[in-house]
């Protein structure tokens, strides 16, 4: 019989949990992180099922958010849901995709703009930093790095004619 092993993603949840409400989780839960900064609650659980993908998924599913439902946290939107056997599990973490990090002159490049002005929309030191902007994946002491993957779809997204820190006060 088949084991999987299921991430669910989730916002909504800007409040910092109680004790009670984190014991829960983790007496439930395989895995849990929750950034109240951010809403974000990411958990883990795993599922033994004899059927499909799609029956793990609502085992996950349904498990998860009975989880979340008993320690009284009613506002969570569920926006990813990732799902593999214990096998492919292992080979992803034996064997990583690589990731391409980026600097500030290459996610310029990407943007279409200056070295500068992408180090004034990125960098979360900046005071003309881009609320919408991706977190940097680490700090050198040459400056943040970010995936190319995260700099590509935030150009996808950004309106380029909007400067974030004008409506600030």
Request: net charge negative; aromatic share 4%; no cysteine.
């Amino acid at each position: 019989m088949p084991t999987w092993t299921a991430q669910l993603r989730f916002i909504g949840l800007t409040t910092t949990l109680t004790e009670a409400q984190a014991d829960h989780l983790a007496d439930h839960l395989d895995t849990y992180t929750h950034n109240a900064d951010t809403g974000r609650l990411t958990a883990t659980t795993t599922v033994t099922t004899p059927h499909t993908w799609n029956a793990a998924q609502n085992t996950a599913y349904t498990a998860t958010m009975a989880a979340l439902t008993e320690a009284g946290l009613t506002d969570a939107t569920l926006v990813g849901l990732t799902i593999e056997t214990e096998e492919e599990q292992d080979h992803q973490l034996r064997t990583p995709d690589p990731i391409t990090l980026i600097d500030t002159t290459t996610a310029g490049q990407i943007l279409n703009r200056t070295r500068q002005r992408a180090g004034q929309l990125l960098d979360p030191k900046s005071e003309k930093r881009d609320p919408n902007a991706p977190t940097p994946l680490a700090t050198t002491r040459n400056g943040p790095l970010w995936t190319r993957e995260a700099i590509e779809l935030y150009a996808l997204e950004r309106d380029p004619s909007q400067d974030p820190w004008k409506n600030r006060r």
